[in-house]
């Protein structure tokens, strides 16, 4: 069995400060882990992937996470937030048999 | 350029229609989803399809319908039977790395 948690439903920065958005998975396999954002009303696109190689993952528009296996996390983290940074992002684990588990997804809002 | 295109985009529907949602993609993927999500949840999935002419129900596939007659193709039908279909769909394709690449969604509104 696996599941995702999403620490923060809901999280505000102001722009130029520093995102952190939390995720928590567990896994009976050695997971894949992946972090997504979503525009309002449309899909989701790949922000970045863990899948065993090195722990610390560099995606696009700036974002990285860190897998951590001892404290089963995979945090988002931004140095500098930026307005179009305001999106839902969402946390999904993997197993070997690709089955997937999404987080409940965390609102990001940046106030100017 | 390579996607998933979902169709319509909008869509509204009065009790007791069944409606189909459309979802094509060009990746040459040979998996394919559908999942629903609702405000303050994660995605739930309906239906999969692993290759052509077959598919798997998902943790949510009461009152739902596919079919794959094509590796591009894998529309959705949402069935009177579906007791609160009101929601955002979302299709999406995948190699076998477990990413998924996904539509643009269809927000089904029931009148």
């Known amino acids: 069995a696996q599941s995702v948690t999403q620490l923060d439903s809901h999280v505000s920065v102001s722009e130029g400060t520093p995102v952190l958005l939390r995720c928590n998975y567990s896994?009976?396999?050695?997971?894949?882990l992946f972090w997504y954002v979503q525009h309002p009303n449309k899909g989701l696109q790949l922000l970045l992937k863990y899948t065993s190689a090195a722990t610390l993952v560099k995606g696009i528009n700036g974002f990285e996470a860190e897998f951590k296996k001892s404290e089963t996390s995979f945090h988002l983290t931004k140095p500098s937030a930026h307005m179009s940074d305001a999106a839902e992002y969402v946390c999904?684990?993997?197993?070997?048999?690709?089955?997937?588990?999404f987080g409940a997804g965390t609102t990001v809002t940046v106030r100017a | 350029d390579g996607g998933i295109t979902q169709s319509p985009k909008y869509l509204f529907r009065k009790e007791g229609q069944n409606v189909t949602l459309s979802c094509e993609q060009n990746?040459?993927?040979?998996?394919m989803y559908w999942y629903r999500q609702d405000p303050g949840q994660g995605l739930r999935l309906i239906y999969y399809s692993q290759i052509v002419n077959d598919f798997q129900k998902g943790d949510i596939a009461e009152g739902y319908s596919v079919s794959r007659e094509k590796k591009e193709s894998f529309p959705l039908t949402v069935t009177s039977a579906q007791k609160n279909p009101t929601a955002f769909y979302l299709c999406?394709?995948?190699?076998?790395?477990?990413?998924?690449?996904f539509g643009e969604g269809s927000r089904l509104t029931v009148l």
């Open positions: 999904v684990v993997s197993s070997n048999d690709y089955k997937l588990s």
């Open positions: 896994s009976s396999y050695s997971p894949s």
């Open positions: 999406a394709s995948s190699i076998d790395t477990g990413e998924l690449f």
């Open positions: 990746l040459n993927h040979d998996a």
